[in-house]
């Protein structure tokens, strides 16, 4: 498709369970951002990939947070030992030229 | 550090009324400023922005934003609402140093027929 997609677009899980979010950017961007959207709050930076440079994690709110990126492709954000403040939704964008484009969103709900 | 300031959670405008949607903004260089439009189980989307040159910036469905530097200020206005303007709104800046955005809270913004 034109767009960035997310899968899956809703999740619910359990607390102290583990959840991968994936997310895959528009073809040729070679910037890709993970960010998280809790209720009632802007959206917080997580985690930026660009290019073939080590990633910039400085938003990872904990060791429970990682992601990857295989080249300039798909991307997956892991979550180990769900907490209810997981609860949000993560938002992907891909960047070209200084805009960064956003996909739908995974709602992640942790009970 | 950028950071960027809406007031305002909820924002309750009349058909046809003016829409401002206010936004300031800390950098300490030239920033990059955007607004973004979510509606509701959508992704956001791209209203406008700002990277150089004129100050006044016209975007998509009649927006527009004036970027100010003496008052750090990118507010966004629309002359007429539309009741399917009714979404939330996000400013947020970028250093075109560093690529990450810094969003502002958010506006509800509710359209009264």
């Known amino acids: 498709g034109a767009g960035v997609s997310q899968s899956p677009s809703n999740k619910v899980t359990e607390k102290g369970k583990d959840v991968e979010l994936r997310c895959d950017p528009i073809?040729?961007?070679?910037?890709l951002y993970w960010y998280r959207q809790r209720l009632g709050q802007g959206l917080e930076f997580l985690i930026y990939f660009q290019g073939n440079s080590a990633p910039d994690k400085s938003g990872l709110p904990s060791d429970r947070f990682s992601a990857e990126r295989t080249g300039e492709s798909v991307s997956t954000l892991t979550i180990q030992r769900t907490q209810q403040e997981d609860s949000a939704v993560y938002l992907c964008?891909?960047?070209?030229?200084?805009?960064?484009?956003f996909g739908p969103g995974t709602r992640l709900t942790v009970l | 550090a950028q950071s960027v300031t809406q007031l305002g959670s909820h924002v309750s405008v009349s058909e046809g009324a003016l829409v401002l949607l206010r936004c300031n903004y800390s950098?300490?260089?030239?920033?990059?400023l955007f607004w973004y439009v979510q509606y509701p189980n959508q992704g956001l989307q791209l209203l406008l922005k700002y990277t150089t040159g004129a100050t006044l910036v016209k975007g998509i469905n009649g927006f527009e934003a004036e970027f100010k530097k003496s008052e750090t200020s990118f507010h966004l206005t629309k002359p007429s609402a539309h009741m399917s303007d009714a979404a939330e709104y996000f400013c947020?800046?970028?250093?075109?140093?560093?690529?990450?955005?810094?969003f502002g809270k958010g506006n509800q913004v509710v359209v009264i027929p």
């Open positions: 073809s040729g961007h070679t910037a």
């Open positions: 950098s300490s260089v030239p920033p990059y």
């Open positions: 947020a800046v970028m250093n075109y140093g560093n690529n990450r955005l810094a």
């Open positions: 964008a891909s960047n070209n030229r200084g805009e960064q484009f």
